[in-house]
């Protein structure tokens, strides 16, 4: 690989960055992130969740409420417009020029910088074949699939070599396939390029995949900033829990160095009084029979799914608890079971 | 009418296989009867109110004292030719002023929201109803001898600033009726234009006019090229405004009317006329081919 296609490592930091709508309402509380250099970021959240304004924050389409900072390594960039910011960006609906072939839409950035037709030609051939369309150059884009339009976007945002690529839920306009096939594709991208990347997204399957760390995002405000096993193992509440995977919840007592949970009592070293746990559905496996600290109920569904089944089990008290279990299981509705809990696994939130 | 009865004929053979197949009822086997019959009103009002005066219109043209030579004449006779270069120099002007102004501000207006929007957006389809009679009394009212402008010019120059009876107080009335069709045009474009576009230009350095220049003009050009058409077409043909301003104005509208009830030329007349149609015609033909056929739907 040349090295023109590594690039700058460009720490982003965000400084008491809120945002307030004309109207008056709040999209942004105030915010305030480092982002290393080199890093992928991924913003994760339902949608009015704060985390595509947070996005044009740094890409410069929207400018923070007075007070807050937007700096691109040592420099401030606040007052910058995007246009003199230097950043990429992917959108959701591709944005390509409709009006232009695959190589003039890659080459725009360049020819807006002035770089020389011999160049600009040079580098775009490159990008292009690192995108694998480099047979599509003459391409119209409405000549193009969905996954190779995206492609052609990545490719027309990294050739200008900007500080931050920026990418704007780039995956939710194309079937689960091609969302597979395309991630793994950006996730080898960013590795080699080595940019620093902000990558915005509702799908809690992609942030896992793709972030070095998951800024987990509702309401306006950050609710978790961590590893993708850190907010997924130690998840900070409970609505971080209950948006990342499954979970499972226990409520329960404690009461001297033991918790009681229905009828079964497991060795609980917490102050007394009552708690509410949470247990991933694979942190709980079938047991063979009753035993002490044994959760029991009977299966309320049994749901195939290939590899494993997704059994939904109903305690006599309390609510349902999902449980993973072997695909090839043969457990059906009705069915009485107990479950062996961990107690190295359940999690006590706030 | 033949030309249907003909498809009907031809089609016929084709259908035989079917029949044999044991289909002979499908309500499709009568198509092109059916077609034929209910082409028959529109065709015969088309022939009627179209096609028969077209034609014995072009005759007429063809049957004076020089016989088909008018046709000729119409672009060698100095006055005529001189008539139809300064209505297509006037429409071809009223095109570019009226789509630069209606761009502008119909970009503006649908960007921009503010209090008093939809009274300004409703007030600038005002001219849309206005006769074009009315709309030479305004000209004359801005800048006739007893109007606005003069009454401003005396007062700051000594001199009176008058325009209103020659071509560029005609210039202006045209620009003024044209602006409400061009900017509703624009409007309902801009309206469709993807925001994400700009901001993509926008990410890769492009400064404001090279995004307007590569991304919304662009975007905007088959709603242009329709609206420009209509409105050179429309230039080309208006009568009433010129006949309000003067009799003197060498527009060709204006010639036709004086050949025909002045000089009783009616063959000239027919002639140009017929010119006038070709040329109308041509332009907005050259539009619909440049924009991919979406003028006739802009209209």
Known sequence: ?350 | MSACTGIAATRSPARSPVRSRGRPSSPAGHAPLRLAALLAPAAAVFAAFFLLPLVRLIAIGAGGAEGWGAYLATLTDPGHLDSLVSTLALSAGVTVATLAIATVAGLFLVRHRFPGHALLVALLTFPLAFPGAVIGFMVIMLAGRQGLIGTVTQALTGGRLVFAYSMAGLFLGYVYFSIPRVILTVMAAAEKLDPRLEEAARSLGAPPWRVAADVILPALKPALISAGALCFATAMGAFGTAFTLATRINVLPMTIYTEFTLQANIAAAAALSVLLGLITWAALALARSAAGGSVAAAG
């Open chain 1, 1 to 350: 690989m040349p090295d023109s296609f590594h690039l700058d490592a460009v720490p982003v930091r965000l400084e008491g960055c809120s945002k307030t709508w004309p109207g008056g309402a709040r999209a942004l509380e105030p915010l305030d992130l480092a982002i290393h250099g080199g890093e992928t970021i991924v913003f994760l959240g339902p949608s009015g969740c704060g985390k595509t304004t947070t996005l044009r924050l740094i890409a410069g389409l929207e400018s923070p409420d007075p007070g807050g900072r937007v700096l691109f390594g040592d420099e401030d960039v606040t007052a910058l417009p995007i246009e003199r910011r230097n950043v990429g960006m992917v959108f959701q609906s591709y944005a390509l020029f409709p009006n232009m072939t695959v190589a003039e839409n890659v080459a725009y950035g360049l020819k807006v910088r002035k770089v020389s037709r011999g160049e600009r030609a040079a580098r775009v051939g490159e990008m292009l074949d690192l995108m694998h369309l480099g047979e599509f150059a003459g391409r119209r884009i409405d000549q193009l699939s969905g996954g190779q339009r995206q492609r052609v976007a990545l490719a027309r945002a990294l050739v200008v070599r900007p500080r931050v690529l920026l990418l704007d839920e780039p995956l939710t306009a194309l079937d689960a396939k091609l969302r597979d096939s395309l991630r793994l594709e950006i996730d080898r991208l960013l590795r080699t390029l080595g940019i620093t990347a902000v990558y915005v997204t509702h799908d809690q399957g992609e942030a896992m995949a793709l972030g070095d760390r998951i800024v987990v995002m509702a309401r306006g405000r950050v609710a978790q900033v961590g590893t993708p096993r850190e907010i997924y193992y130690q998840p900070a509440d409970g609505f971080v829990a209950d948006f990342i995977g499954t979970m499972n919840r226990l409520s329960g007592r404690v009461g001297g160095g033991r918790l009681a949970v229905g009828r079964t009592s497991l060795p609980w070293p917490a102050p007394d009084g009552p708690v509410e746990l949470l247990v991933r559905p694979e942190d709980l496996a079938l047991a063979d029979g009753e035993a002490d600290g044994h959760l029991d109920g009977r299966v309320a569904a049994a749901v195939f799914l290939g590899d494993r089944t997704r059994l939904v089990v109903e305690p006599p008290d309390g609510p349902a608890l999902t449980v993973d279990t072997a695909g090839r299981s043969d457990l059906a509705r009705g069915d009485r079971v107990w479950l062996r809990v961990d107690p190295a696994r359940l999690l006590a939130v706030p």
